[in-house]
C-alpha cells in the first residue's frame, strides 16, 4: 500500500520557521520525485518544490524568492520542506506527492502518481 504522509504543520508567527516531512512507504523511492504543493481557501493549488530522489536535483517556484529548502533522506524515504521567513500568505494546507520519474532526474512534472494528507500552516500576523 502506497502511503505519503504529511506533517510538520502548525500555527506560527510571521517571520517564523518550520519543518515539514513527508514519510512515504509502498513504492521504490529512487524511482521517484516528490513534490509540495499547498493550497489557501478559494485558490489554486500551487506547486512550491521537487526533488528527484534518484540524484536530489530540487526545483522551485519562483514566488518563493529562496525561503524554502526542500531535502530528503533515502534511507527513511522521507522528503523534508523547510520553510524560512514565513508570511501569512504562505498560510495554507501543504501535502506532498510522488511522480514516477521515468529514470530522469527532472521532477517538475505535471504528472502525479500518488498523494498523500495534508498538513495545515497557519502564520499569524
Known amino acids: 500500500e502506497v502511503q505519503l504522509q504529511a506533517s510538520g504543520g502548525g500555527l506560527v508567527q510571521t517571520g517564523g520557521s518550520l519543518r515539514l516531512s513527508c514519510a512515504t512507504s509502498?513504492?521504490?523511492?529512487?524511482?521517484?520525485?516528490i513534490s509540495w504543493y499547498r493550497q489557501a481557501p478559494g485558490k489554486e493549488r500551487e506547486r512550491i518544490a521537487c526533488?528527484?530522489?534518484?540524484?536530489?536535483?530540487?526545483q522551485y517556484s519562483h514566488s518563493l524568492k529562496g525561503r524554502f529548502t526542500i531535502s530528503s533522506e533515502n534511507a527513511k524515504t522521507t522528503v523534508f520542506l523547510q520553510m524560512n521567513s514565513l508570511k501569512p500568505e504562505d498560510t495554507a494546507v501543504y501535502y506532498c506527492?510522488?511522480?514516477?520519474?521515468?529514470?530522469?532526474?527532472?521532477?517538475?512534472?505535471?504528472?502525479?502518481?500518488?498523494r498523500g494528507q495534508g498538513t495545515q500552516v497557519t502564520v499569524s500576523s
Open positions: 526533488i528527484a530522489n534518484n540524484d536530489g536535483s530540487a
Open positions: 506527492a510522488a511522480t514516477d520519474l521515468g529514470g530522469s532526474n527532472w521532477c517538475w512534472l505535471d504528472d502525479v502518481d500518488y
Open positions: 509502498g513504492f521504490i523511492f529512487g524511482d521517484y520525485g
